[in-house]
């Protein structure tokens, strides 16, 4: 029988990044161009069966789409509270997206030390538009000793993948601490 796992995920990134984007992908399958603003936040929510260490888990995620506004660092900590694991997300077309990630991951950290992090360059359909690729990134990535993926909400292509990894690694806390899972 699957064990049952609810667990809290942060996507965090400036605003504009395709956060709201990657979550309609992950959750629903769909894409749309249109930018809308999140103001605070909004929780969706979704179902997916991984496999890890033999045992099979209904792992539902809890993702926190937060406003992308660095000016609310003390509203953002409030929200960071009780996440099992965060997406940082930037945007290959916007460099300053990618320079701004070591703050983000700073303040996720004041909160929250031990969840698992990765980031993600989004946009990378965009190729005659990107700034930067999977090399600087990679550097990012390399100095926190986090994993990173370049992502595309619109065409789809390694947003799944990211969401499960990130479970795997959340599974993998949650295991390695002995929590028990609710059957």
């Known amino acids: 029988m699957a064990k049952k796992l609810m667990k809290k995920i942060c996507l965090l990134g400036d605003g504009a990044v395709g956060k709201t984007s990657l979550i309609r992908k992950f959750v629903f399958d769909s894409f749309d ?31 926190w789409d ?9 509203v953002h900590s409030a929200y960071y509270q009780g996440a099992a694991g965060a997406f940082i997300v930037c945007d290959t077309t916007r460099l300053e997206t990618l320079q701004h990630l070591e703050d983000w991951i700073k303040v996720f950290r004041t909160v929250n030390n031990d969840a698992p992090v990765v980031l993600l360059g989004n946009k990378f359909d965009l190729v005659s538009e990107m700034q930067f690729g999977d090399k600087e990134l990679g550097e990012v990535a390399g100095r926190y000793n986090m994993k990173y993926h370049l992502t595309s909400a619109k065409t789809g292509d390694h947003v ?12 993998d806390r ?6 028990k899972c609710n059957e």
């Open 174 to 179: 949650h295991l390695n601490k002995g929590v």
């Open 66 to 74: 937060i406003l992308g506004q660095r000016v609310h660092d003390n």
């Open 160 to 171: 799944e993948d990211s969401f499960i990894e990130l479970g795997n690694e959340v599974i």
């Open 33 to 63: 161009d249109k930018y809308i603003m999140t103001f605070g936040t909004k929780v969706s929510k979704k179902e997916v069966s991984i496999c890890r260490n033999g045992q099979e888990f209904n792992m539902t995620f809890l993702i």
